[in-house]
């Protein structure tokens, strides 16, 4: 069972290239959008990524979140600020089908979801992707090509519209790992937040220097200065939300930084050359060692059979655990054999330790049945 | 008249490539390098970069540095701390060529050339490029197209030399830019030593918290935290000259960025949402301001005239003049009319602002005179 029915709400960059890479996994998918920008909208019904178009009052009038649809999916690709907002329209629209969204932080939106009520189901995502360039025109269908996608079940997840959401960002080029959602926003306030702050700070600080000296100074910037702030020329409302829906973690990774730096300037400062190379040797075998961009495993694929009760949470619980043992789930199936137990099959990629998951999720009271995946001939 | 000789002394990416460079430039030019490596001289050879290759012992031995060779150009690609010892060297063998150095800080340098005497003539430079890559398996003849390349002249800086040193540059496919030598100091501190201590504290900060989570957290880092750091994979050895050649300009410019950062997290810590979007707002206007890569201009070549005596530093203040407006010298001339005095011909191209430089030149006591230059038939 996959989703019968696509609707992007916020027909940005992101937005815009979920319903282009949707569009090329499944070209007769039905892709509809909605903005209040009209001009978007327009583009995108242009370019053919979308079959239907309308402002957000015209699509609920229309009755395009009303009930009846359990295998619609609404991604909500709008500003983090506004993304609370929808989930309150679709609970009053009386909605049941599945919700996602694509927001840099999960933890208030998670909290936003279960305020809402409703009778929609609710699976944070957010993909690790992003471009200085903003709009549904900068859109493309590759953009989630090889990328990691985080999603962030938590005990209340439906399994079936994780499941769902799972097999259709995979369908978008993407690799999904899962989280908890106050994991996955400390992480990314260190790899995504923080680096983008600090990036407006180096732009700050030579721009303040260059206007100081009365000279040019920013003429000078070589290619390494314009890699690490090419990000700071990002949209700074969309960067103002993100950065207060994730303060805490922000502030906590700031600090961090700050600290670092400190600790290389006074070894600069005292001519301590052995300190200095200590502090960039270690930096630079940890560069280095970054994994290149992700390819997708074709062959050796393993099937683990998890038997669950119902019980809250296990979606979240056994995809977490592959995602922590470097696990790559390719596909999950759902077997529902009694209204309270079911069999979870997970298809494996060859990647991550699966001993430790198997180990892991017996620890954790499942009984797990591993067997290699045969090619259908 | 150009250079007669060019002798590479380091063969690593930065010599290597000018040696590239200059063999596209000239195909029948004497290219010979220098190194205690083997296998670079080798590898040097073979791609057909250099004519002939000597370890350093055996070059000086040879009589490379000789006394006679007064159009020769010496190019010292050796890393800051050891192009000390290579002008003293130089020096004690008698050359009488030119000498310039690739290194990424000036002061130090030109007191060096200073305090070793010698009958050379020394030309401070730095091209603003760089990669993550090294050796001179990494060698390319386009490196420094396109590429802003500072000359740092002094009052002791002889005018001949100054020419051959710019005209050669010009020829690599870059683009002269004539400042001084504790200028540009304080401005490559700001727009790229600080970066690049920033890039390895950003991992630094990333490895280590990831390690604290006990979770792969840099497994999650997208696009913008790799384009971000990719220069802290550079050579610790490398850069710890670099950094602590040039201590308090970064020393200075790291807690300028500690500044910043701190008011962006107190900012952030007050949910000041104004705040933290005037900050970002400010710095997404200057990078977007950034120019991309200088493209040569091919049209309205004009001729600017400015007769001189031979006065000491008179080529720095006439050259930096011309960069401090804008003005792009595509070619220099000199005609020595007597003992002491000449008439300096910079061709310029049509960018900057000419009138400035124009002022400029007649409030410091020189009578310029520009005129249209037409293309020869």
């Given at each position: 069972?996959?989703?019968?029915?696509?609707?992007?709400?916020?027909?940005?960059?992101?937005?815009?290239?979920?319903?282009?890479?949707?569009?090329?996994?499944?070209?007769?998918?039905?892709?509809?959008?909605?903005?209040?920008?009209?001009?978007?909208?327009?583009?995108?019904?242009d370019r053919g990524l979308v079959d239907e178009a309308l402002s957000p009052d015209a699509a609920?009038?229309?009755?395009?979140?009303?009930?009846?649809?359990?295998?619609?999916?609404?991604?909500?690709?709008t500003p983090v600020g506004a993304t609370a907002g929808w989930l309150e329209r679709l609970a009053a629209a009386g909605y049941d089908g599945i919700v996602t969204d694509l927001g840099s932080?999960?933890?208030?939106?998670?909290?936003?979801?279960?305020?809402?009520?409703?009778?929609?189901?609710?699976?944070?995502?957010?993909?690790?992707?992003?471009?200085?360039?903003?709009?549904?025109?900068?859109?493309s269908e590759t953009l989630f090509d090889g990328v990691y996608y985080i999603l962030t079940p938590t005990p209340a997840t439906d399994m079936d519209a994780y499941r769902m959401v799972h097999a259709f960002v995979t369908s978008l080029g993407a690799r999904v790992v899962s989280v908890d959602?106050?994991?996955?926003?400390?992480?990314?306030?260190?790899?995504?937040?923080?680096?983008?702050?600090t990036a407006s700070a180096l732009v700050e600080l030579a721009s303040s220097r260059a206007e100081e000296a009365g000279a040019d100074l920013l003429r000078l910037a070589a290619g390494g200065f314009k890699d690490m702030t090419r990000i700071a020329a990002g949209s700074p409302?969309?960067?103002?939300?993100?950065?207060?829906?994730?303060?805490?973690?922000l502030v906590a990774g700031l600090s961090g930084l700050e600290g670092v730096l400190a600790e290389f300037r006074e070894r600069v400062a005292a001519g301590d050359a052995e300190g200095v190379r200590a502090l960039?040797?270690?930096?630079?075998?940890?560069?280095?060692a970054l994994p290149a961009q992700w390819v997708p495993a074709t062959t050796r694929l393993r099937e683990l059979s998890v038997p669950v009760s119902d019980r809250p949470g296990v979606v979240g619980i056994v995809t977490t655990a592959a995602s922590r043992a470097g696990c790559n789930i390719e596909d999950i199936e759902i077997d529902h054999q009694s209204e309270d137990s079911a069999v979870l099959r997970l298809v494996?990629?060859?990647?991550?330790?699966?001993?430790?998951?198997?180990?892991?999720?017996?620890?954790?009271?499942?009984?797990?049945?591993?067997?290699?995946?045969?090619?259908?001939?």
């Amino acid at each position: 069972m996959s989703v019968a029915r696509l609707t992007v709400v916020g027909l940005g960059l992101m937005g815009g290239s979920v319903a282009a890479a949707a569009r090329r996994a499944r070209a007769r998918l039905a892709i509809r959008a909605v903005d209040a920008d009209e001009p978007s909208l327009a583009a995108a019904l242009d370019r053919g990524l979308v079959d239907e178009a309308l402002s957000p009052d015209a699509a609920v009038a229309a009755g395009w979140f009303g009930p009846g649809a359990r295998n619609d999916l609404v991604v909500l690709g709008t500003p983090v600020g506004a993304t609370a907002g929808w989930l309150e329209r679709l609970a009053a629209a009386g909605y049941d089908g599945i919700v996602t969204d694509l927001g840099s932080t999960k933890r208030l939106v998670i909290e936003s979801a279960e305020r809402a009520g409703g009778t929609f189901r609710f699976v944070g995502g957010h993909p690790m992707t992003g471009s200085e360039r903003s709009g549904v025109g900068a859109a493309s269908e590759t953009l989630f090509d090889g990328v990691y996608y985080i999603l962030t079940p938590t005990p209340a997840t439906d399994m079936d519209a994780y499941r769902m959401v799972h097999a259709f960002v995979t369908s978008l080029g993407a690799r999904v790992v899962s989280v908890d959602a106050a994991a996955h926003d400390d992480a990314v306030a260190i790899v995504s937040h923080v680096p983008h702050v600090t990036a407006s700070a180096l732009v700050e600080l030579a721009s303040s220097r260059a206007e100081e000296a009365g000279a040019d100074l920013l003429r000078l910037a070589a290619g390494g200065f314009k890699d690490m702030t090419r990000i700071a020329a990002g949209s700074p409302d969309l960067w103002t939300g993100i950065c207060l829906d994730n303060a805490d973690a922000l502030v906590a990774g700031l600090s961090g930084l700050e600290g670092v730096l400190a600790e290389f300037r006074e070894r600069v400062a005292a001519g301590d050359a052995e300190g200095v190379r200590a502090l960039l040797a270690t930096a630079a075998d940890a560069r280095r060692a970054l994994p290149a961009q992700w390819v997708p495993a074709t062959t050796r694929l393993r099937e683990l059979s998890v038997p669950v009760s119902d019980r809250p949470g296990v979606v979240g619980i056994v995809t977490t655990a592959a995602s922590r043992a470097g696990c790559n789930i390719e596909d999950i199936e759902i077997d529902h054999q009694s209204e309270d137990s079911a069999v979870l099959r997970l298809v494996l990629t060859d990647e991550g330790s699966v001993e430790a998951l198997l180990a892991d999720l017996e620890a954790r009271g499942f009984t797990p049945v591993l067997r290699p995946l045969e090619e259908e001939a």
